[in-house]
């Protein structure tokens, strides 16, 4: 089972609605989770970070954790078209694992 | 801060040929990683490094080598290029683990043919 995994997608919304992201990760110890977009052809940059359970907001972006569920997801609230993208998801790995384990990511496209 | 800087950020080798692709970050962080990236997929860890003298290998990490003599530089070697190893290739950094975030340099795009 691989220890990130997301909704392959690709996930299309239209423009002013809310896109919802999704992963789940194996490791129940894994503490901090970040979420990263990539546009074609770019590097992945940090969008949201999040440690606790609950929300975290950022903007138009909303994170939400659930340890117990083993379950991270990203909201985009008044999705533009500038947000289509690749969302990759991203947990470090619990105790001496020194990787961060990388989702294979959701394609996004917000159609205008 | 200039942040993770690759070089060179294209390139197109022939098959045998070797090359060192360049990575350097002005952060002081601890830990450096190179990814490759292969169209439409996602990312892939071929080596990592906690510190400067010590590396290991990560997921694909088959016809590479990395040296660390600095914290500044994580240079990838190709030796013996192959057209397997067309794709693009990513050098991230952090600070440490876990609440730290990784921060990714822009990328070479490698083709051998």
């Known amino acids: 089972q691989k220890e990130v995994e997301q909704n392959s997608g690709p996930l299309s919304v239209p423009e002013g609605a809310i896109a919802s992201l999704n992963c789940t990760y194996s490791?129940?110890?894994?503490?901090?989770f970040f979420w990263y977009r990539q546009y074609s052809g770019k590097s992945p940059e940090l969008i949201m970070f999040?440690?606790?359970?609950g929300d975290k907001e950022d903007g138009r972006f909303t994170a939400q954790l659930n340890k117990a569920s083993q379950y991270v997801s990203l909201l985009i609230r008044d999705s533009q078209p500038s947000d289509s993208a690749t969302y990759l998801c991203?947990?470090?790995?619990?105790?001496?694992?020194?990787?961060?384990?990388f989702g294979s990511g959701t394609q996004l496209t917000v159609l205008p | 801060n200039a942040g993770v800087t690759q070089t060179p950020k294209f390139r197109i080798l022939k098959i045998g040929q070797s090359m060192t692709l360049q990575c350097t970050q002005d952060?002081?962080?601890?830990?450096m990683y190179w990814y490759r990236q292969d169209p439409g997929m996602g990312l892939k860890l071929i080596y990592y490094?906690?510190?400067?003298?010590?590396?290991d290998k990560g997921e694909v990490p088959n016809g590479y080598n990395v040296s660390r003599s600095t914290t500044e530089d994580f240079p990838l070697r190709l030796e013996l290029a192959a057209p397997s190893q067309t794709s693009v290739y990513f050098c991230?950094?952090?600070?440490?683990?876990?609440?730290?975030?990784?921060?990714f340099g822009n990328g070479t795009r490698l083709t051998v043919t």
């Open positions: 991230a950094s952090s600070y440490s683990k876990d609440e730290s975030p990784l921060h």
């Open positions: 490791d129940r110890g894994s503490q901090s």
């Open positions: 999040i440690y606790s359970n």
């Open positions: 991203a947990a470090w790995g619990p105790g001496s694992a020194r990787q961060l384990t």
């Open positions: 952060m002081n962080h601890n830990y």
């Open positions: 490094s906690v510190g400067a003298g010590i590396t």
